[in-house]
């Protein structure tokens, strides 16, 4: 029997030796071209309407992307900042584009020969695709406080809890317009409030200077920022102006010269706000109220069949009850005021719409005579004597027409108590003529009178 010779090479070596430790598949410097690269793809996918290119390639960025090992910045800082923000702007994108249309706009670009319209979402994609299993099936609250808790995880340090104290302010300047895009400014403002709470202190913003760097400066920009649209925006949306400028009055960690520059803003938006509207535009909106409320309802969104729940940092708003809001919705306001009984209950019924609004089908209201008044009464004497003595009465000072009443009252009390008690004319004569009244004045006056009686 052939036995093969043993040679070195076949012999089974007995040494121990050290398992060679495999290289990492991509480097650091590797991960961050690739990323680089990629966002760009991205960036150009969304823009021109390629949802689903957009958000594989972000799904595939975030498979390489965590979150960091330290409080250290780390080569993925900046990559890691810029890629959730294209993810926040995509979901929210997505929540807030209508699904219907888009098939006939797919349609009419596939007969002229493009595809750069919009594509058209099946159950398949590109929904079923997000990081949020379904954002259709979240109300708008919960969907922000879903992306703002993912946020916080991927940039707070493995070994720590979720802290906004580790969120950029570009971050949050995009979870904050996203609040606003969904019509939840409640809960943009629990977002900032939070953050603000959290953060580390900047310094006073008279010593800016005095720091120098580009982190320093992009830390102070970040914040200036995030108080801008805290400020301008936020605070509006919820109509607390004063709690806005005495924000802002109070502020030490920004620029004086940015400070001036957002109140001088805001008071120019408050003024703006107070403003009446204009009367063509408000008769514009309310002919539009009127079309659109004869034509019908609009149909109600598609609402989850399991509640939603919400994360410890979501911020939910403070609003009435969701049976006093759909009572306030399904009940409207009567047009005009008319006499029903109080056993009868409003019934919605389906309405044509071709039918005219009973808002035109009522006629307007006769108008109403006044009475005619009756003559006027003459005038009394004293009425008459009030109307041309008052107006001199008033012009003369009252001292002076009290002392003229008195001294008047006294001289002729005096010439009555002077008074002869009787005689005839001729006895009246000679006491005149002796001179008894006596004085030149008064001699002329009793000649005059005397031969005016026939006595001289």
């Not at 949020?132 to 991927?154: E, M, N, Q, V, Y």
């Not at 005096?414 to 001699?443: D, H, N, T």
Request: aromatic share 4%.
């Amino acid at each position: 029997m052939y036995q093969r010779p043993t040679t070195t090479r076949d012999a089974i070596s007995l040494r121990t030796t050290r398992p060679t430790p495999r290289k990492p598949k991509h480097g650091r410097s590797g991960v961050g071209s690739k990323l680089k690269s990629t966002y760009s793809d991205a960036a150009r996918a969304f823009l021109h309407h390629k949802i689903e290119e957009a958000q594989v390639l972000v799904e595939d960025a975030f498979e390489i992307l965590h979150s960091p090992a330290s409080q250290e910045t780390d080569q993925l800082a900046t990559y890691r900042r810029k890629w959730d923000i294209l993810r926040i702007t995509l979901e929210t994108t997505l929540y807030t584009t209508p699904v219907s249309g888009s098939a006939a706009k797919l349609s009419r670009s596939i007969a002229n020969g493009s595809s750069s319209g919009a594509i058209p979402r099946s159950p398949s994609s590109p929904r079923s695709k997000s990081p949020l299993d379904d954002p259709l099936l979240l109300s708008p609250p919960s969907l922000l406080g879903t992306i703002h808790t993912r946020s916080l995880k991927l940039f707070t340090p493995a070994l720590e809890c979720p802290n906004s104290r580790f969120l950029p302010a570009a971050v949050l300047v995009a979870l904050v317009l996203a609040s606003l895009k969904l019509d939840c400014p409640q809960v943009g403002r629990g977002m900032v409030d939070d953050w603000l709470t959290n953060r580390d202190s900047l310094g006073l913003g008279s010593e800016a200077n005095a720091r120098k760097g580009t982190k320093a400066e992009d830390e102070r920009e970040g914040y200036e920022k995030v108080v801008e649209v805290y400020c301008l925006h936020v605070l509006p949306r919820l109509s607390e102006w004063e709690h806005a400028k005495e924000f802002l009055d109070s502020e030490l960690e920004m620029r004086p010269s940015k400070r001036e520059e957002l109140i001088a803003t805001l008071a120019a938006h408050h003024t703006q706000s107070l403003l009446p509207p204009s009367p063509r535009g408000s008769h514009l909106q309310n002919l539009d109220n009127s079309v659109s409320g004869s034509s019908g309802a609009p149909t109600p969104r598609a609402v989850s069949p399991a509640p939603s729940s919400v994360s410890s940092h979501t911020a939910v708003p403070n609003s009435r009850s969701v049976a006093t809001l759909r009572a306030s919705q399904v009940l409207p306001s009567p047009l005009s005021p008319s006499p029903t009984p109080a056993s009868r209950q409003w019934q919605p019924t389906n309405r044509p719409s071709s039918r005219v609004p009973t808002s035109l089908a009522i006629p307007p209201p006769a108008p109403t005579l006044a009475p005619q008044p009756s003559s006027p009464a003459q005038p009394t004497i004293l009425q008459l004597l009030k109307v041309v003595v008052v107006p001199y009465l008033r012009r003369v000072n009252a001292p002076v027409l009290v002392l003229a009443i008195i001294l008047s009252l006294v001289g002729l009390a005096s010439r009555f108590g002077r008074r002869p008690k009787g005689g005839s004319g001729a006895e009246m004569a000679r006491r005149r003529l002796a001179g008894s009244s006596g004085g030149i004045w008064a001699g002329l006056i009793d000649a005059i009178k005397m031969s005016g009686r026939g006595l001289v």
